[in-house]
């Protein structure tokens, strides 16, 4: 599980990203918001993959 949360994880942290900037671009604050939260779940995500990959 650990190589597919690691994956997952970058993904969700390019899409957080993304939404991080096209909110910015359009001025919508939500957005932004929302990309923040994503990256942030999507580095907890990788983290817990690498962890889990450590034994």
Known sequence: MGRE????????QLKGKAND???AVKGDSGQ????KIQ???GKVQEAM???????
């Open 32 to 35: 932004q918001l929302k990309g």
């Open 5 to 12: 949360d690691v994956a997952a994880g970058k993904a969700k």
């Open 49 to 55: 993959g690498k962890g889990s990959t450590k034994k």
């Open 21 to 23: 900037v096209i909110g």
């Open 39 to 41: 990256k942030g779940v």
